[in-house]
């Protein structure tokens, strides 16, 4: 019989109502955090983001998404890494924080409740960033928002039938537009100099990585966020790398780069980043 204080896992929009201190979901995680990897002075993020201390990254273990093209595969689909108490992270995150522009939460969806308490003891000094695929609710951005100053969500899809087709999702697009809605409601963008440079404190940054063969994709992607988040700030990626699992087996061409890059500025968008057509590079694919 289930215990009283028990709650079956509703996360995520996957809701796969298991009790995670005997099971595990989607995510292939129990409900204590475990970290794959910590990487300190992490400069692959966003510049406003990074600054030249860079970020104190932290890899999550497991996902609730099986992108099947994904970079990170070794620890997505879970069961790896490092476990640590809710008085571990906090630890972890006060020894280190102070040495980074932020720390950054990578892939932290299935971890939120213990995220949550953890925060609620950390004396934070720095921002705190939701690197989020946006496969979310809007009752778990909410939640997260008590603690996080700045989301940075990758909108993958504007259509259900390719998150089904590349990341076992039938309903992404349907979820993770209003997921990204909530987050700007959430969080205005707020701004700070430092040593010359313009820093985000506070705010939303709307990534796309340009896939392969699926240009249409990223073009209504960008229509998407045309039409729903005109003012925010986007960051267009070009680092799509094949890993060996997926049937997109080769980089994207200039070509479809170029398209992609025409149509932001066709649409008028202008406040964000672009990365280099030379970053589809595994140097860019931390190792684990």
């Not at 794959?36 to 860079?54: D, I, N, Q, R, Y």
Request: hydrophobic letters at 35%; a neutral charge; charged letters at 25%.
């Amino acid at each position: 019989m289930q215990k009283a204080t028990e709650k079956l896992c509703e996360i995520c929009p996957r809701k796969c109502r298991v009790i995670r201190s005997q099971s595990r979901g989607f995510c292939n995680e129990n409900e204590q955090i475990a970290i794959a990897k910590v990487m300190e002075h992490f400069t692959w993020e966003e510049p406003c983001l990074s600054t030249e201390k860079g970020v104190l990254a932290i890899f999550f273990s497991g996902c609730n998404l099986k992108c099947d093209y994904c970079q990170n595969h070794e620890i997505s689909r879970g069961g790896v890494g490092k476990i640590y108490s809710v008085d571990e992270f906090v630890k972890l995150v006060e020894e280190k924080q102070d040495k980074h522009s932020a720390i950054d939460l990578i892939t932290p969806t299935h971890f939120s409740q213990p995220l949550q308490l953890a925060f609620e003891k950390i004396d934070k000094r720095v921002p705190v960033i939701w690197n989020t695929n946006s496969y979310e609710t809007t009752k778990n951005i909410q939640n997260v928002s008590k603690f996080v100053d700045i989301f940075l969500p990758d909108f993958k899809y504007a259509s259900n039938k390719l998150g089904q087709k590349f990341s076992a999702c039938p309903d992404y697009f349907s979820q993770a537009l209003p997921a990204i809605c909530e987050m700007c409601r959430q969080k205005k963008d707020l701004f700070a100099e430092e040593n010359g440079q313009k820093i985000l404190k506070q705010g939303v940054i709307i990534r796309h990585l340009v896939l392969p063969g699926h240009v249409q994709n990223s073009l209504d992607v960008l229509d998407q966020i045309a039409e729903n988040f005109p003012s925010r700030m986007v960051s267009i990626m070009s680092q799509f790398t094949p890993n060996g699992k997926s049937l997109l087996d080769r980089k994207i061409s200039p070509a479809e780069y170029k398209l992609v890059l025409h149509h932001l500025d066709k649409l008028g968008i202008q406040n964000g980043y672009v990365q280099s057509f030379e970053s589809a590079d595994a140097c860019f694919v931390p190792e684990f």
